[in-house]
Structures are given as structure tokens and as C-alpha cells.
């Protein structure tokens, strides 16, 4: 048998059913065709052959991210990236330079600062960002909360004045002496300035979404569920893919509205790229307490969130997808949306759909045992677990509730398969870093993963969620040659040093699309 590529000398981790580990694999084209040896492998090489010697670094299947907006990701390419900065005068110097090098008008958009990393914990005010772009509108988000601090020109624009009143929820910043905006906008008071922002042109979305994907694959990604917002992203993801410019396999997932513009697409449902699931979104989040409880917010006793969609309206949005072939993709956080779903689910009577319920929240025993019943597949940010006990204050929202919160190892013991993604970019991209949270969970230890089960999340359980198990989430011959290869394995490094291992190379058919690796 003639092999077209041998990787030998490598610590391959198979993420098969008995997990084993091996020396060597070869391909022949797109596929796996051979896993074993070095002995083995070198058996088969001949004078064509690529041969590249690992040298003891560690292969994994290719990780799969089944929750990131890449187009939202290429968009936030555009913005500045605040987040190493570590003074209000630093911001103020790259506004500054943006400033310079944009015509004026035009709006700079930054993300990422925090007042907790600058000196004496002072929060970015508009004054700074007026010296520093006087004749262009400014909005630069914070970190992991709704907040953002505005200039002069983006109030004008957006018509807040010192006498505007803030939306339900929201809070505009006053200086308490003078009465005069900070320019400091919280929650729903974000929405404002940003309703006024001019979207960016689709020439422009589709350059940035480019760059977005190269960033995915030196994430070391091999497949996406792009969770598509707009409508503008179909004709960007169509473009992309006529001129070969996706380098990853993409399932795409569509919110419910988009339904038959997304099957109108002059794609092909091929290898690379498929219209694989429906958004279909039954409550809200525990961040803004708009997903769906039994009972109230422990600390707001009148609000128990709101469903979005009632038992028929949901049923038929299953239908729909199912007809269509498609996966119905379940957005349902609060223990209601979750119980409503199930209540669906079962009543369905179709085991030929792998239904998934996105970000499934506040769980009980009871929930729990009836997604197992039904064979559903659950789907979680690792990150975003995080963000709700640190940023959004779970325990203090849910009380009791909390214990249940995302139990990721009581959903493992029970056997229910759980996948994950990043929900970049409002967390950031990075399995290995998903990965890394999972074990090291703060917040209720006992429902930590061990490190199979986290990295099974982003490989096997990833492409058993989108029933795809049968060509890749694992090493074994007939499965697509996606591959991760990292520097060190991750089994060998203090876990809190996960998301420090160096992606070294991927490969994604049979091609190496990042490569630091010598060939033989």
C-alpha cells in the first residue's frame, strides 16, 4: 500500500473507544489509512512518501469549536484589541495613532480594557478619548461586562444627552458634581451609541472574516460550527467557499428566520462545507436573568426570565428543521426553557436526530435524567462557565441552583454526551484554554473534567454532537487526516499551563495549513 504522508515518532493520542495511544499514522489523500507503529508505519513508506518525524510531540484529531461566530470574529479583527493595555494613557496613545490613520468621521471601535489594570483603578472617561479623537466618534467595550466608554462625537451621533433617560436596565454615567456625562454606558445603555454604528461594508466583513479564519486555524481548529447572525454572513460564507478561501471544515448553523435564505446558498453540502442546523432559541440569558426559571432569581423574587417560544411555536420549529434535514441547535439556559424543550423533544418521537440543546444552564436531577433518556447531546463554553461565577454573579442569582449549574462531570458520569465550543469572540478562541478551564473549575470542584473528558469535548463528543463520529473526532483509519499537533502534551504539563502549549502544526484532508515542522 502507497502512502502519500507519514508522521512517526509522535505521542498520537487516538481519542478512540479504548483511548489508546500510538507511535505513527499514515494518509493516503484526504484520509487516515493506517495508525499504529513506528515498525508499522515505516513499512509502508516509499520513495514518495513525506515522511516528517514528530520527535515525541503530541498529535491530537483536529479540534472542533461547535460555537464561534467567525464573521463577529473578523468584524471585532477590525476593532482595536485593548487588552494588554495597562494605563488610560496608553488607550489614549493607540486612539490616538487609529485616529491618524482613518479619515475623520469614521468610528473607531476598540474591546478589552479593564479599569482594574490600570493605576489607582480609575475607569476610562470621554475627555480622554476626546483629546484623543476629536474629529472621529469612539467606542471602546470593557472586558467580560456590558460597559463601554464613549467620546463626544459618538453621543452626538447617537443623540445622548445629559437628560436622556436610560433604557430599562441601563445606566448612562454622570459626573455627581457637575451632572455631566462621563461617557461610561452600562448594559442595555450600550445599545445607543452602538445602534448608530455604520456596519462595515461586505467587501470589508469578508477581508476581515478571512483574516478571522487564519486565526482559527493558528488556534489549531480544524472544524467550525459557524453560528451565523446576519444575513449578510450567507453571501460572505458563499463567496469564501467558491474562491477557496475557508481552509477548515464548516458546519453552518442558522437562526430559525434564516431558514430558506440559508438553502439557497450556490453551495455544495460537501466535505468541507454544510448548512448542518437550525438556531432555534427558547429563552434568554442568566446574565442579563432572562433565561427561563421555575422558580425567581434569588436575588430579584419577581423575575423568573421569560420564554421565548411556547410548546407549539417550538414543535413546529423542530419540525421545520427536521424536514429540512437539518439539526435542531436548542438555545435553553433556565431549568423551564430546558424542561419546555425536553417536553418537545420526547414527544417528537424521532431517533434519527441527534438534538442538541445549546448552553443548557440551570440543570436538576430530574432534567438530567431525561436528556439522558432521550439521548440528547448538550453543548457548553467552557469559558462562559466561568464568566457566570465570576463576572455575572451566579451564586448570588441562582442560590441553591448554583450546585447544578453546568455539571459537566455529573453529565459525563451519566453518560450524556457534551461538547464544546469558545463563543468567540465573546470569549475567547482557544480549546486548549476550554480545555484548561474544565479541570481546573473554581466553582464547585466536584463537577471538574479530567483531562480525557475535556479534550473529548472539543474531538470525539464535538463530532459525535454533529453526528459526524463516523469521519472524524478521533484517529482511526477511514477518518479524515484532521489532525492538531501540539508542542507538549497536555497531560505532562501543570494543567493551569494548558492554554500555554504551542499549537505546532494542523492539518486539515491531508494538507498542512500551519507547519513549524521539518519533513524527512
Known amino acids: 500500500m502507497a502512502i502519500d504522508i507519514a508522521l512517526i515518532n509522535a505521542n498520537i493520542k487516538t481519542m478512540n473507544s479504548t483511548n489508546s495511544v500510538a507511535e505513527a499514522l499514515a494518509i493516503t489523500k484526504n484520509k487516515i489509512v493506517k495508525v499504529g507503529s513506528n515498525h508499522e508505519i515505516t513499512a509502508l513508506i516509499d520513495k514518495d512518501t513525506k515522511v516528517i518525524d514528530l520527535k515525541r510531540k503530541t498529535v491530537l484529531p483536529g479540534l472542533i469549536d461547535t460555537h464561534i461566530h ?29 485616529a491618524k490613520s482613518v479619515p475623520p468621521g469614521k468610528w473607531i471601535i476598540g474591546q478589552g480594557w479593564s479599569e482594574k489594570r490600570f493605576k489607582d483603578d480609575i475607569m476610562l472617561e470621554r475627555d480622554v478619548l476626546d483629546t484623543a479623537a476629536p474629529n472621529n466618534p469612539v467606542i471602546l467595550y470593557r472586558e467580560a461586562s456590558m460597559i463601554c466608554a464613549v467620546n463626544t462625537q459618538a453621543l452626538k451621533l447617537a443623540g445622548v444627552t445629559k437628560h436622556t433617560q436610560p433604557p430599562k436596565g441601563g445606566n448612562i454615567d454622570k459626573n455627581p458634581d457637575t451632572g455631566e456625562l462621563t461617557g461610561i454606558l452600562r ?22 472574516t478571512v483574516v478571522a479564519c487564519q486565526k482559527i486555524v493558528d488556534a489549531g481548529i480544524t472544524s467550525v460550527h459557524w453560528l451565523v447572525i446576519s444575513e449578510s454572513e450567507l453571501a460572505i460564507i458563499q463567496k469564501m467557499h467558491l474562491q477557496n478561501r475557508i481552509p477548515f471544515r464548516v458546519n453552518v448553523i442558522v437562526p430559525e428566520e434564516l431558514y430558506e435564505k440559508a438553502f439557497c446558498l450556490k453551495v455544495v ?19 442579563s436573568k ?45 431549568d423551564r426553557a430546558i424542561d419546555l424543550t425536553l417536553t418537545v423533544i420526547e414527544q417528537s418521537q424521532n431517533d ?7 448552553q443548557a444552564a440551570v440543570l436538576n436531577k430530574s432534567l438530567i435524567d431525561r436528556i439522558k433518556k432521550q439521548k440528547a447531546v448538550i453543548t457548553v463554553q467552557p469559558k462562559v462557565i466561568s464568566t457566570e461565577f465570576t463576572v455575572w454573579s451566579a451564586i448570588q442569582s441562582l442560590g441553591d441552583r448554583t450546585r447544578f449549574l453546568h455539571p459537566l462531570k455529573t453529565l459525563f458520569d451519566n453518560q450524556i454526551v457534551v461538547a464544546a465550543g469558545s463563543d468567540c469572540p465573546m470569549e475567547p478562541l482557544s480549546a486548549l484554554l476550554g ?31 454533529a453526528g459526524e463520529d463516523s469521519l472524524k473526532g478521533s484517529i482511526e483509519e477511514g477518518k479524515f487526516a484532521d489532525l492538531t499537533i501540539l508542542s507538549y502534551d ?4 501543570d494543567p493551569s499551563t494548558i492554554n500555554d502549549i504551542k499549537i505546532e502544526s494542523v492539518m486539515v484532508n491531508g494538507v498542512l495549513l500551519k507547519d513549524s515542522l521539518s519533513i524527512i
Open 70 to 98: 467567525v464573521a463577529d470574529y473578523g468584524r471585532c479583527l477590525m476593532w482595536l484589541d485593548l487588552t494588554e493595555a495597562k494605563s488610560i494613557a496608553e488607550i489614549q496613545k493607540m486612539v490616538e495613532d487609529k
Open 187 to 208: 448594559e442595555t445603555a450600550t445599545t445607543m451609541v452602538w445602534g448608530v454604528v455604520p456596519e462595515p461594508t461586505e467587501e470589508e466583513l469578508l477581508e476581515a
Open 269 to 287: 453540502n460537501d466535505q468541507m462545507l454544510k448548512i448542518a442546523g437550525v438556531f432555534i432559541v427558547v429563552d434568554g440569558y442568566l446574565d
Open 290 to 334: 432572562e433565561a427561563a426559571l421555575v422558580e425567581p432569581y434569588s436575588d430579584n423574587p419577581t423575575n423568573k426570565g421569560k420564554l421565548l417560544l411556547n410548546y407549539e411555536t417550538l414543535k413546529s420549529a423542530l419540525k421545520k428543521a427536521i424536514a429540512l434535514g437539518t439539526q435542531p441547535v436548542i438555545h435553553a439556559m433556565g
Open 352 to 358: 434519527a436526530i441527534r438534538f442538541r440543546i445549546e
Open 435 to 465: 480545555v484548561q478551564e474544565a479541570i481546573l473549575r473554581p466553582n464547585f470542584p466536584e463537577q471538574r473534567l479530567t483531562l480525557d473528558e475535556a479534550l473529548r469535548m472539543y474531538t470525539s463528543n464535538a463530532a459525535y454532537c
Open 490 to 493: 497536555p497531560a505532562d504539563v
